[in-house]
């Protein structure tokens, strides 16, 4: 018997389902443009889209907030459980050859579109928050 496939209805772009966490009984995925909410029988509770989040390749948790990256922005989106939305965004750039990151409101005028550094990978860990991407142009 060939096993069952699950499928998510809708557009989840040209990157597939990408990182994965959890969260209490929730599987959290990231979907390119957009955090999946799950239940333990792997049935959508809640899809959360943002227009920053594009290319998102991976997700983490730490207390109630989701940790998401954007390769297309080299942005970092923060997503609160409780709150149900998106509450904080991050932005790596350069000033000058100096490494900077820039904050901006996620439902207000956000970051452009670069992919400088193509921010890929992310822990957050209480009060710290790694990151990782594949360039580092100009440094």
Do not use: K
């Not at 979907?31 to 594009?54: G, K, Q, T």
């Not at 907030?65 to 390769?71: A, F, G, I």
């Not at 609160?80 to 990151?101: K, M, S, Y």
């Amino acid at each position: 018997m060939e096993p069952r496939r699950h499928r998510f209805p809708g557009s989840r772009g040209d990157r597939g389902l990408r990182g994965i966490a959890f969260y209490g009984e929730r599987i959290l995925v990231a979907a390119n443009a957009e955090l999946l909410v799950l239940d333990l029988r792997f049935r959508l509770i809640e899809s959360h889209r943002h227009p920053y989040l594009a290319h998102c390749h991976e997700i983490s948790v730490s207390g109630a907030r989701v940790y998401l990256t954007s390769t297309q922005f080299d942005s970092l989106l923060v997503f609160d459980i409780h709150a149900g939305g998106f509450v904080e965004g991050w932005q790596l750039g350069l000033d000058g050859r100096e490494l900077v990151w820039r904050r901006f409101e996620p439902d207000g005028p956000g970051p452009q579109r670069n992919n400088l550094f193509h921010l890929n990978s992310v822990t957050a860990r209480s009060s710290e928050i790694y990151f990782s991407g594949s360039t580092r142009p100009g440094c």
